[in-house]
């Protein structure tokens, strides 16, 4: 899950992230995912990074976790529909 620190920032800055980590994910396999793949893109230091999450293990789990539940809103919407 993220820190406090992340939950902070500009949401801008916060999804300029995410977008980044997201397409990291989406493209890759989890093992050839990298802190440095997704600072370069986001254009910020690895120590932000570390601010943000502990590691990548918990910004997968976050991004995971936030897809799911949008799924779940989404889908609750469709079944109201029906």
Do not use: W
Request: net charge positive.
């Amino acid at each position: 899950m993220p820190k406090q620190m992340f939950l902070n920032i500009k949401e801008d800055k916060r999804q300029r992230f995410l977008d980044a980590a997201m397409s990291e994910f989406t493209s890759k396999s989890f093992e050839q995912v990298s802190v440095n793949s997704i600072i370069k893109k986001v254009g910020i230091s690895r120590g932000s990074f570390y601010t943000y999450f502990d590691d990548l293990e918990s910004l997968f789990n976050y991004l995971f976790q936030s897809v799911k539940e949008e799924r779940f809103k989404y889908a609750k919407t469709q079944i109201f529909f029906l």
